[in-house]
């Protein structure tokens, strides 16, 4: 059974940090480009940063440049989100996709990919 769990998420106040991470089981990460998204509260999922099998074609929003971070552990099988200088903004849940298409310019999950359940990430004061 392909699964992937997201961990790390929680409340923290604007300037804080959290890493999340996104393990995955039934299935190797290092076969697939991995994508960390995020849905706020009535707005549509966005792509919030993805890295390609060798590291490379890594995608980040202009939003969150200079303060997250993507990075992958293929012996873990895990793949990380670090997320500095948070702001209220970035509240939302966060989901870890498998199998996503991504270029420097955009970020986009394939069909057939999977999904984590997704995480909370609340900053406010």
């Known amino acids: 059974q392909l699964q992937l769990v997201e961990s790390g998420g929680g409340v923290v106040q604007p300037g804080e940090s959290l890493k999340l991470s996104c393990v995955a089981s039934g299935f190797s990460l290092d076969h697939y480009a991995i994508g960390w998204f995020r849905q706020a509260p009535g707005k549509n999922r966005q792509a919030v940063s993805c890295?390609?099998?060798?590291?490379?074609?890594?995608y980040t929003l202009d939003s969150v440049k200079g303060r997250f971070t993507i990075s992958r552990d293929n012996s873990e099988n895990t793949v990380y989100l670090q997320m500095d200088s948070l702001k209220p903004e970035d509240t939302a849940v966060y989901y870890c996709?498998?199998?996503?298409?991504?270029?420097?310019?955009?970020?986009?999950?394939?069909?057939?990919?999977?999904w984590g359940q997704g995480i909370q990430v609340t900053v406010s004061s």
């Open positions: 890295i390609g099998t060798d590291d490379d074609n890594t």
């Open positions: 996709a498998a199998d996503v298409y991504t270029l420097h310019v955009m970020c986009v999950p394939k069909p057939e990919g999977s």
